[in-house]
């Protein structure tokens, strides 16, 4: 693997364990805040993104390459509302996005095959995983962002049904 390529990936390491301790805090911020449904979805998204950290380490192990865990800073801990909360994972989400798409370039670039499929499932999810908190704030947004409206949508994600994912039955 080219050594710059090598160096992005650990890099890239920072943002998603920043991403699985920034949703770990934001489901202690909407279990504080008596929202169960969303604090769930927070849940699940921080073991995901530890997933996406666990998937580029692997592949530099099965590649015989070195891993450099990161440090991470403090997450936020205070929010305004849901709808700033959610702005913020939006602009994470974006960040990891852009990132992504840098080193698939790389990897297009120095014809690093194995990175280059490796990339690709990270190039599909974050294109889910935008399209699912965009969803996610158009909803609370449209809910007016607290009262009623906020506790059918935390309703509707306790019940695992966010709008924008994949259905499980679609092809």
Same mark, same amino acid.
């Given at each position: ?6 160096? &992005? ?79 913020? %994972?939006?602009? &994470? ?65 306790? &019940?695992?049904? %966010?709008?924008?994912?994949? &259905?499980?039955?679609?092809?």
């Amino acid at each position: 693997m080219d050594a710059d390529l090598h160096k &992005s990936l650990n890099q890239h390491l920072t943002l998603e364990f920043e991403a699985f301790h920034r949703y770990h805090a934001l489901a202690i911020w909407f279990d504080l805040n008596d929202l169960p449904g969303f604090a769930t979805w927070m849940r699940q998204q921080s073991n995901d993104e530890l997933g996406h950290a666990k998937r580029i380490i692997d592949h530099l192990l099965e590649r015989d390459l070195a891993v450099e865990l990161p440090k991470l800073s403090k997450p936020p801990t205070e929010f305004q509302s849901a709808v700033e909360a959610v702005e913020g %994972v939006m602009k &994470s989400e974006q960040e990891v996005t852009g990132s992504i798409n840098k080193l698939y370039s790389m990897a297009e670039n120095t014809s690093d095959r194995p990175a280059t499929i490796m990339l690709q499932w990270f190039v599909n999810e974050q294109v889910e995983e935008e399209n699912v908190v965009r969803a996610l704030l158009g909803r609370l947004k449209l809910a007016g962002g607290s009262g009623v409206g906020l506790l059918l949508v935390d309703q509707e994600l306790a &019940s695992g049904n %966010v709008a924008g994912a994949p &259905s499980e039955t679609a092809g």
